[in-house]
């Protein structure tokens, strides 16, 4: 299952009890993540413009737990002849680790959330890049682990990162079992 080298990394992640956010009962007949049909129009080239100096908030969680982001920049770019904005983080503990030192976190909420998609929105993985633009792959979103288990704690998508358009790409909802 998986047409891409990134399907395929998830579905053997989760498939791997020791790794798998996903709870024994459904791991149980696990047999692979659904996931929307690859869409090449949906890798994007994006503007990076870097907010230096942002302070460092507390981003709400699907649990008591916050976690503190900051904006690292806002990344413009086209989907369709379109034109959106999406503000992507920066957490400080990842800072402090040397393999997240250059990680950037990207949850984005769009109209296919709760109709295809899982409904508290979805996150993409970015790394900080040299110049000012970066590609964001929508064919690479995923949903957040309290998707499969409420027993994790979860960034809740801040309501500014929502695309007014039905993002069909990367990670379905999942049907438990």
Sequence with gaps: MGETQFQREMNSEYKDATKSPLKAKDLKDFEGLDFFKFDATLVVR???E?????????M???????SLERIYGVLTFDIKDVNYKLNVYQGKELTKQEEYKDYLFLPFLDDSNGDGSYAGGRYIDLTIPKGDSII???????????AYNEKYSCPIVPRDNYLA???EAGVKAFKKH
């Design 165 to 167: 358009t039905r993002v």
């Design 50 to 58: 870097r907010t230096p100096n942002t302070k460092y908030f507390k």
């Design 136 to 146: 964001i792959d929508f064919n690479t979103a995923y949903n957040p682990y309290c």
């Design 46 to 48: 994006a503007k990076l």
């Design 60 to 66: 709400k969680t699907t649990t008591s737990r916050v």
